[in-house]
């Protein structure tokens, strides 16, 4: 088992876990040559460890919500993804096919281009036309891509993602130039209060670096790591 390091936080986890570990974990999949068997054996690994969902891309829904089914782990599905360059119908559509298809959970890329140009109006409506493909039984995380944007922008569109009624602002795909870090976890927070969940995602492989997107706000963690983060847990609890 690897050493854990600890040396900086959590002289008191249960001030920090507001719930069991496993369920700020969604189980994350989402390789271009992920195949059906490694899908299978990330739900066979998030119903044994309880984890809060597992996140794959929409070809593997259906499959998945079925793997699911009769248990609380959600089906959590990528939209718009990587890039968020698509067009907003596209993204509604991917969205109603996913959902229709058994999602309960809607990761989408907000249009990071559109940000940066300053067209605010329709990064709002892009997310808006997610949230409302998705109805009101399916949570919408919006991903801002933190590492593109620089502060101002990061609040903007924490901004825009509560106005156009998603669910949670989340920090990367994990396929860009980096992934979470705590200071953007804590911008995020500190935007959305308690009126919004946070998601850090990206380069989240091992127990200090979960409890530390924690710690700073995040109410979830997307991780392919996250059998490996709970082991270290149970080792850190004895």
């Known amino acids: 088992m690897n050493s854990i390091n600890t040396s900086n936080h959590y002289t008191n986890l249960d001030e920090i876990l507001q719930k069991p570990l496993s369920k700020y974990i969604d189980h994350t999949l989402l390789k271009a040559d992920a195949t059906e068997e490694q899908i299978k054996i990330l739900c066979q690994e998030a119903l044994k460890y309880d984890f809060a969902s597992v996140c794959v891309n929409s070809c593997y829904v259906n499959?998945?919500?079925?793997?699911?089914?009769g248990s609380d782990v959600k089906t959590c599905c990528v939209v718009g993804f990587p890039l968020g360059a698509m067009n907003s119908k596209a993204k509604a559509f991917e969205t109603k096919t996913a959902v229709d298809l058994g999602a309960e959970e809607i990761d989408m890329v907000i249009n990071i281009g559109?940000?940066?140009?300053?067209?605010l109006g329709l990064v709002k409506d892009d997310i808006a036309s997610v949230v409302a493909a998705a109805g009101k039984d399916a949570l919408v995380k919006v991903i801002i891509e933190t590492c593109l944007l620089n502060n101002d922008e990061k609040i903007v569109a924490c901004n825009l993602s509560m106005e156009a009624g998603a669910h949670f602002v989340k920090t990367s795909t994990g396929f860009s130039t980096d992934g979470a870090v705590e200071h953007d976890v804590v911008l995020m927070r500190k935007t959305v209060g308690s009126k919004m969940g946070v998601k850090a995602s990206g380069g989240i492989r091992d127990l200090d670096t979960a409890l530390s997107m924690i710690k700073a706000g995040a109410?979830?963690?997307g991780t392919s790591s996250g059998i490996k983060i709970i082991q270290q847990f149970q080792q850190l609890k004895g």
């Not at 499959?63 to 089914?69: G, H, I, N, P, R």
């Not at 559109?114 to 067209?119: D, T």
């Open 114 to 119: 559109a940000l940066k140009s300053g067209n």
């Open 63 to 69: 499959l998945v919500a079925d793997m699911l089914k």
């Open 219 to 221: 109410d979830r963690i």
